[in-house]
């Protein structure tokens, strides 16, 4: 237990942490939703985000060709724009296309909460397989080889051509926080806050809200519960797709079981924030990024899982509804 | 009424069963004595026991290809009497190897195992080769226990964990020249195998170590605990994915040392993983020596793909039991006698078995990215 | 209802007809039935059926790991479908059940397999409870999660410690007592007697003398004995969880389920009851661990305890009718055979499975056999419905 090396370095496990636990808590913001507003574990939300990350490698792959090469941020940023609005279409219309065949069915039955889960297990592993198979499925229809720079070697890792070095911004401590460090960060919060903004003052938003609390009364109220549904499956599709993009920037690599670990972290650093509250969603994704690194820190990497879960069950035991534990339906002044 | 019919139907069924016994009986009998006519194998099957699919499907294929390349040139030399290859998909993970190992045992049309494939499948299925008396060399199984294990039917073409971490380690010392060499593996028995013996062997050079996850993306703690050690080389025990992301987030934060890794990530996915620039300057050992250039010009011919990591090993293991078929071994006994006092020089190399199983000359080779892409054909021997 | 649901209601109803004659028969007859009805399934990796035995993988095998699914069902069925409690980590009680096992029978020390099992069953059902007693107090979806949690837990703890074999694994667990001489090689005396293996040409049965199955050899070769054994502890266990359910403690998981509160204020002691459920859960779970464990590769390591194991479990009793344990050891069953009798698709398993499971809980939530309460209800329902003349779209 090395809790030396932990203060001398807490800057850069720190900032470090906060920058994965930014793509968390924005993966985390598409769980939250859906549970607020049908009390559903979406479970395939993984594969959302793994389809966005593919996107973004796609792009990359269309305008920049297959040579490796080094770029800064700022040199990648119309590549990455791209690639951004790319993800975010794909993984929205995957959140979609989920919520129209997996969930709408159910939903209209009534069904229990646990055959929904079952179905949405079905619907991940099937869209992950589709991903892992798309070198046979783009043989069915002869494309394998036009198409080979994208589906090729489909169960290998999928990586992106263009390496985003990053630069050295300024220093903290004895840790230089870099261009990409901020981006990350800094998109999460700015994500949040949109949505936010968009839950408390659009009429949408209010439309959420008020499925979320009661779908029946809303309902009598003409609240078309059906669309205020496809809207948060969009939403969180379209924060998942923004998440796979920073994902592909730091990382740079993907593959079709990529969503599957950090969708469990994901969902774990929602219900750590309170499921269901979008605030939650972030300070958990947040708190979650960086116990893992402070945990790796002390306890050994192989450990950082079983630090992130304890403090799961701590949480839930101290406070079970979560660290913020409001959720999506109680009206805030 | 149900109850009737289902009698009903139970008794014809019993009475079927019982009559139709009388028909005939199966008994292949066993085979006595060894026909020494080469004739006695004709139509058999060497058998393949690995990952197909899944996550690993591709060192299995390449497995697979190596066998069938050699099956190929066989079988044009010998059209009359053919050898065929029974395939079995382990997908890479010990739980279903037991089931497979039975079948593989229970054809009498095998006359010998090139597999398995990896180590866990190794362990769970030695015993079910050994009892049944089947010979098996494998092309890529490196753990050093199995060969503990007395089972006199297993062997393999390919060094074990022991000797190329020692080389590892030996390289990064001399080399390499690292004063401190800090290093990680995945937990995984390979992995932590190989790191271990690495790890030993470098006695007080190792300046710390650090265990990540398969399928963990993000290196940020491990990062800081290698700059914090002042290490100048890293080494990593583990598979292609990882290494490259490693070296790459380490690059990606200003680390400047060499950077090595086993067998595992000697692949060209290794520099997709990490990048060109990060990649470059990295060191990938492996117990195998570059393939003679037409090999993958032949393997491609009949494989429509280019050969990779264990193609090699496998092409070797299968010529060997080939070799058994051409001097009129036909029995698994004899054939794994032949096995045992076998050697001969392979495209992987110089083969001979020990006692154990193990090859006898293993020499680790260092193969280095220069240029944004794996040098497969300069590695340098580490002595 | 569309013709599949039909064709599945006609199946249940033919089972209750069945059920109902078999209830009316006279003491001596149902068990003769019984034991025929046992004695089949004894049989059948010796008759291997012509459309049914797997062709890539030994039969015996695939049977084994089915029969050790349908057990680990059976478990899970009592956790979900009776207390109503939805357990993503199930495969920590497997695991733990596996791992004692192994560590008490080879790597630390050196017990006999029967002696180790009921030690195992003990230490996971204890595991089980340490679980329980804090997470069962949370609310049915968090439990999803802690549940999910400590099954990955379990499975980090047994990669990473050396005590536990770490990446290594545990192997040379000894196999379950032999009955007979122990063989020696491969061609020694075994077991007592012999019992040779049916081999069909088309559907012509023939008698094949090679390989037979020696009576009683826990040996690396066969796989049958072991299934023989799995067999044995399931029927045990099935006669163990219809005692428990006709008793009182099956009707206090019931009131649970359905209404919690309720069943708080009828002065049902709800807490105490669901951790019951889950203590009995584990051990069997941890049972059908320690027969994995000890079966014919005598080798088990981290590996063979993924999330997607646990994931499987769950789909295993949902699709086969959670609540009924027929139906959980039907689903146990198929998750476990289906995959291994159509290798030759193999890349497109997964796929495939995912697919069979979203369409499972669209067209046919309830499962494949359900409990009579369940399709009772589903009757009034489609019976209320008709009278109303369509349902009230929300």
């Given at each position: ?23 968390y ?51 990648s ?9 790319a ?43 589709i ?19 994208y ?25 230089q ?85 950090l ?11 309170g ?29 950082k ?29 | ?51 197909e ?15 069938k390349l ?6 044009k ?42 180590s ?65 593996d ?23 170590s ?126 794994n006698?032949?096995?045992?006092s ?42 | 209802m ?6 599945l209601?006609a ?154 074999g770490?990446a ?21 005396q ?132 959670s ?31 995912g ?40």
């Amino acid at each position: 237990m090395d809790f030396g090396f932990l203060f001398h370095n807490i800057i850069e496990l720190t900032i470090t942490g906060l920058a994965l636990g930014a793509i968390y808590a924005l993966v985390a913001l598409g769980y939250t939703m859906v549970y607020g507003v049908l009390q559903l574990i979406n479970f395939a939300h993984s594969e959302v985000f793994m389809y966005g990350t593919f996107a973004v490698a796609w792009v990359v792959v269309f305008f920049h060709g297959t040579t490796s090469a080094t770029q800064s941020l700022g040199s990648s940023l119309g590549i990455l724009g791209a690639a951004l609005v790319a993800a975010m279409v794909l993984s929205a219309a995957i959140a979609l296309l989920l919520e129209r065949v997996a969930y709408r069915p159910l939903i209209k039955k009534g069904a229990p909460k646990l055959i929904a889960l079952i179905s949405a297990i079905g619907a991940s592993f099937s869209l992950a397989e589709i991903m892992g198979l798309r070198d046979k499925i783009a043989g069915w229809v002869g494309l394998q080889d036009d198409l080979s720079a994208y589906v090729s070697k489909a169960r290998d890792l999928y990586s992106s051509p263009i390496d985003v070095q990053p630069q050295n911004l300024f220093p903290v401590g004895n840790y230089q926080v870099t261009d990409v460090d901020l981006l990350v960060i800094g998109a999460a919060l700015a994500m949040m806050v949109a949505l936010d903004q968009f839950v408390r003052r659009t009429r949408f938003g209010r439309g959420i809200r008020a499925v979320a609390q009661d779908p029946e009364s809303a309902a009598l109220m003409g609240v078309n519960s059906t669309r205020v549904v496809q809207l948060t499956f969009l939403i969180g599709g379209l924060m998942a797709g923004v998440a796979a993009t920073l994902y592909m920037i730091r990382i740079g690599s993907t593959r079709q079981n990529a969503g599957f670990i950090l969708g469990v972290k994901a969902f774990t650093a929602a219900v750590l924030g309170g499921i269901g509250n979008l605030r939650g969603a972030l300070i958990g994704g947040l708190l979650l990024g960086v116990v893992e690194n402070y945990g790796s820190a002390v306890f050994g990497s192989q450990w950082k899982d079983v630090v992130a879960f304890v403090l799961l069950v701590l949480i839930l035991l101290v406070r079970p509804s979560g660290l913020l534990g409001e959720a999506l339906g109680k009206a805030r002044a | 009424m149900i109850r009737s019919t289902l009698v009903r139907a139970l008794a014809v069924t019993a009475a079927l069963g019982l009559s139709v016994t009388a028909c005939g009986t199966t008994n292949n009998g066993t085979t006595s004595g060894s026909k020494s006519t080469a004739g006695a194998a004709c139509g058999k099957n060497l058998a393949f026991l690995g990952a197909e699919t899944g996550d690993a499907g591709a060192l299995g294929l390449n497995m697979v290809g190596g066998i069938k390349l050699a099956l190929d040139e066989y079988n044009k030399k010998h059209s009359s009497c053919k050898i065929g290859l029974k395939e079995f998909d382990s997908q890479g993970s010990p739980d279903k190897a037991p089931a497979l190992a039975t079948q593989v045992v229970n054809d009498s049309s095998i006359i010998g195992l090139v597999g398995p494939g990896f180590s866990g499948e190794s362990l769970a299925t030695g015993k079910t080769f050994f009892e049944a008396g089947l010979p098996s060399i494998s092309p890529s199984a490196t753990n050093v226990t199995i060969t503990q294990q007395g089972w006199t039917t297993w062997h393999r073409v390919i060094g074990n964990d022991d000797a190329q971490g020692k080389a590892d380690a030996t390289y990064l010392t001399s080399t390499g020249g690292a004063k401190k060499v800090y290093v990680v593996d995945d937990a995984q028995d390979y992995s932590k195998g190989l790191a271990t013996v690495v790890k030993t062997a470098l006695g007080a050079s190792a300046a710390g170590s650090d265990e990540i996850q398969v399928g963990q993306t993000d290196m940020s703690a491990v990062v800081t605990k290698v700059k914090s050690s002042g290490a100048d080389a890293v080494f990593y025990g583990g598979y292609y994915t990882e290494a490259g992301l490693l070296v790459k987030q380490l690059r990606q934060a200003g680390w400047k040392g060499t950077f090595m890794s086993g067998d595992g990530a000697e692949d060209p996915a290794f520099v997709k993983a990490a990048g060109a620039s990060a990649a470059n300057g990295a060191v990938l050992s492996a117990p195998a020596a570059p393939a003679p250039a037409d090999f993958n010009s032949k393997y491609k011919a009949v494989n429509s793909a280019d050969a990779g990591l264990y193609s090699t090993q496998a092409y070797d293991a299968a010529n060997i039991f080939l070799g058994a078929l051409d001097a009129g071994k036909s029995t698994p006994e004899d054939i794994n006698k032949f096995i045992g006092s076998y050697t001969g020089t392979g495209a992987s190399g110089p083969i001979s078995f020990d006692a154990k199983g193990d090859v006898t000359a293993t020499t680790i080779y260092a193969y280095m990215v220069k240029n944004g892409a794996l040098d497969t054909a300069n590695p340098t021997p580490i002595k | 209802m569309s013709a599949g649901n039909r064709a599945l209601e006609a199946l249940a109803t033919t089972w209750d007809d069945a059920k109902g004659r078999y209830q009316a028969m006279p003491r001596p007859a149902r068990l003769a039935l019984v034991v025929v009805f046992a004695l089949f399934f004894y049989a059948l990796p010796l008759l291997r059926p012509p459309i049914i035995t797997t062709t890539q993988i030994d039969f015996g095998g695939v049977l084994f790991s089915a029969a050790a699914f349908a057990l680990v069902a059976l478990g899970l069925n009592i956790v979900i479908g009776y207390a109503g409690l939805l357990d993503l980590g199930y495969v920590g009680f497997y695991a733990c059940g596996a791992y004692t096992t192994g560590v008490l029978t080879s790597y630390h020390w050196h017990w006999p397999f029967f002696l180790a099992l009921p030690l195992a069953i003990a230490v996971t059902m204890l595991t089980g409870v340490i679980l329980g007693a804090p997470t069962l107090r949370v609310r049915g979806d968090y439990l999803a999660i802690v549940t999910l949690g400590f099954g990955e837990i379990i499975r980090l703890i047994v990669t990473n410690v050396q005590w536990l074999g770490a990446a290594s694994g545990i192997k040379d667990i000894p196999h379950p007592n032999s009955i007979g001489p122990n063989p020696e090689g491969p061609f020694g005396q075994r077991g007592i007697f012999s019992i040779p293996h049916l081999s069909w040409n088309g559907l012509v049965p023939l008698i094949d003398n090679n390989r037979p199955t020696t009576f009683l050899t826990f040996g690396a070769l066969d796989a049958v004995p072991y299934y023989w054994l799995v067999l044995t502890v399931m029927i045990l266990a099935l006669l163990g969880d219809r005692l428990i359910k006709a008793s009182r403690v099956g009707r206090a998981w019931e009131a649970t389920r359905e209404d919690e509160d309720a069943a708080e204020l009828m002065g049902v002691p709800t807490f105490r009851y669901k951790l019951l459920a889950f203590a009995m859960g584990a051990a069997i779970g941890g049972l059908s661990g320690s027969l994995f464990a000890s079966g014919q590769g005598g080798y088990i390591n981290p590996q063979s305890f993924p999330l997607l194991l646990s994931m499987l479990f769950v789909a295993a009793v949902i699709v086969g009718g959670s609540g009924n344990r027929w139906g959980a050891i039907f689903g146990g069953v198929l998750v476990a055979y289906l995959p291994e009798r159509f290798r030759a698709i193999n890349d497109y398993r997964l796929l495939l499975f995912g697919m069979a499971l979203t369409a499972l809980a669209i067209w046919r939530p309830e499962g494949l056999i359900p409990p009579r309460r369940v399709r009772r209800v589903k009757q009034v329902e489609a019976e209320i419905e008709e009278l109303e003349g369509g349902a009230v779209d929300a």
